[in-house]
């Protein structure tokens, strides 16, 4: 069982930036592959950024040079950093980790661009 607790999300204006945390459980994170979600009300989720357990990463065409992944295997934590927010950006964020031929979620942080 893995456990994901993100954090980060909130009110931003738009052009500014917010840094995503997602903490997870298990002695082998850095066995996980680590990936950011997001939904839009009335959408479905879709995938933003996802980084492999040897640091290889891969975005969605709509947030590449704005967007970027990271991991800390020792802190067992995935980032998502965003830059030039826009307000199509607003949405739901969602952690997942597959492992084990299983996904496995977090409850959701939400992320507001607005003026």
């Known amino acids: 069982q893995v456990q994901l607790v993100e954090s980060g999300g909130g009110l931003v204006q738009p052009g500014g930036s917010l840094r995503l945390s997602c903490a997870a459980s298990?002695?082998?994170?850095?066995?996980?592959?680590m990936a950011w979600y997001r939904q839009a009300p009335g959408k479905q989720r879709d995938l933003v950024a996802i980084i492999t357990s040897g640091g290889n990463t891969n975005y969605a065409d709509s947030v590449k040079g704005r967007f970027t992944i990271s991991r800390d295997n020792a802190k067992n934590t995935v980032y998502l950093q965003m830059n030039s927010l826009k307000p199509e950006d607003t949405a739901v964020y969602y952690c997942?980790?597959?492992?084990?031929?299983?996904?496995?979620w977090g409850q959701g942080t939400q992320v507001t661009v607005s003026s």
């Open positions: 997942n980790a597959v492992y084990g031929g299983r996904a496995y």
């Open positions: 298990g002695s082998i994170f850095s066995t996980y592959t």
